[in-house]
Nanobody, 126 residues
Framework: QVQLVESGGGLVQAGDSLRLSCAAS????????MGWFRQAPGKEREFVST????????YYGDSVKGRFTISRDNAKNTIYLQMNSLKPEDTAVYYC???????????????????WGQGTQVTVSS
C-alpha cells in the first residue's frame, strides 16, 4: 500500500515563503513522476508542478512559474515545493500525487496520477 503524506502547510502573509514536503511510503513504491496540485474552495483542482523521478525534468503551472520550485530526494522518496512570494490567490489545499512507474504521458493533469495524499492547507493573508 502506497501512502503519500504532505506536510509544511500553514498560515502566512503575502510575500512570505513556505516549503511543502511529501513523503511516499510503501514497500512497492515506484513512480515515473511526482507532482503538486492545489484546490481552492469552489474551484477545480489545479496543476502546480511536477518532477520526473529519473530525469528530474520539471514543469510548472503558469500561475506559479518563477515563484515556486519543485525538487526531490529519491533516497527519501520525498518531494518538496518551495513557495516564495506567496500571494492570497495561492490559498488552497495542496495535494501531492504520484504516477504509476510505467506512465509516459502528459503530467499536467490530475488524471495522470494514481496515488494521492490527503492534502495540506496553505493560507496566505493579504
Amino acid at each position: 500500500q502506497v501512502q503519500l503524506v504532505e506536510s509544511g502547510g500553514g498560515l502566512v502573509q503575502a510575500g512570505d515563503s513556505l516549503r511543502l514536503s511529501c513523503a511516499a511510503s510503501g514497500r512497492t513504491f515506484s513512480t515515473a513522476a511526482m507532482g503538486w496540485f492545489r484546490q481552492a474552495p469552489g474551484k477545480e483542482r489545479e496543476f502546480v508542478s511536477t518532477i520526473g523521478w529519473i530525469n528530474s525534468n520539471t514543469y510548472y503551472g503558469d500561475s506559479v512559474k518563477g515563484r515556486f520550485t519543485i525538487s526531490r530526494d529519491n533516497a527519501k522518496n520525498t518531494i518538496y515545493l518551495q513557495m516564495n512570494s506567496l500571494k492570497p490567490e495561492d490559498t488552497a489545499v495542496y495535494y501531492c500525487a504520484a504516477t504509476r512507474n510505467y506512465y509516459t504521458g502528459s503530467l499536467n493533469y490530475a488524471g495522470a496520477y494514481y496515488h494521492w495524499g490527503q492534502g495540506t492547507q496553505v493560507t496566505v493573508s493579504s
